[in-house]
């Protein structure tokens, strides 16, 4: 229950519940109780991501990737949840996708995605923009395996004329802290405070808030509405 692992805590936790109103409390039935737990859990957690597919309108998940997005509902970075905050995120691109003419559907499940080998790269310190990207190509999802791949650091964010899916997920993914939409300065302030421990991360940090700033420009450069806007969405 005082594990690091959110899964770990809420398979202990609701073990320890099932057996104190059970009364038997014996290794073979703890054995038995921690067990089913664990599928009622992963049952649980699909159901889950099964239920923000179809809130977001999206359908044709293959059932690895239902399975692993489902797994983010007990995964949290410094109390962000990431489910939440995928699903997010994936709400207001379909809006901005939506205004720019971009394909709506391709945005939304890029942005829903985009975080979905976080809690895999929790334990093995692997780069989640990387192995998502992998996990998706190897499903077939090329498209969303490019935007997945990009949604840290888009490669060409502040230099083309034109605007992709790639960037406005990338975009998004910064506008969305937990589950609430905040401004740039809101978001990248609370980054510092999580992830500047080092002078190559303040860099990388201030580099990357300086690529969201310019692709923000040119975002609402082209619509009827400011960056505010999504504040109220």
């Known amino acids: 229950i005082s594990g690091f692992d959110p899964l770990r805590r809420e398979i202990a936790k609701v073990s320890l519940e099932r057996l104190m109103h059970d009364g038997r409390i014996h290794p073979t039935r703890i054995e038995e109780i921690v067990e089913k737990v664990k599928v009622d859990i992963d049952k649980l957690m699909y159901e889950e991501a099964e239920k923000i597919i179809f809130e977001l ?3 044709d998940f293959h059932p690895e990737l239902i399975k692993v997005l489902g797994r983010l509902k007990y995964r949290t970075s410094y109390g962000q949840n990431n489910l939440y905050h995928a699903r997010e995120a994936s709400y207001i691109c379909g809006i901005m996708a ?17 975080d979905i080998t976080k ?14 990207s992998e996990l998706l190509e190897k499903l077939g999802f090329k498209s969303i395996s490019e935007i997945v791949r990009q949604h840290v650091t888009a490669d060409n964010a ?20 937990h589950n609430k939409v905040v401004t740039l300065r809101e978001r990248f302030d609370d980054l510092r405070k999580r992830y500047d421990i080092n002078q190559e991360r303040v860099y990388l940090t201030s580099q990357s808030e ?19 806007a999504l504040l109220s969405i």
Do not use: C, Q, W
């Open 158 to 177: 502040a230099n083309s004329p034109s605007i992709s899916e790639v960037e406005i997920v990338n975009y998004a993914d910064k506008r969305v802290l």
């Open 119 to 132: 809690t895999k790269s929790l334990t093995t310190g692997e780069d989640h923009a990387t192995t998502g």
């Open 210 to 228: 300086k690529s969201a700033i310019e692709v923000e420009k040119k975002i609402f450069s082209k619509l009827d509405m400011t960056s505010d």
């Open 98 to 114: 939506s205004e720019l003419g971009l394909d709506v559907r391709l945005a939304r499940r890029g942005a829903l995605l985009h």
């Open 57 to 59: 309108g999206l359908s």
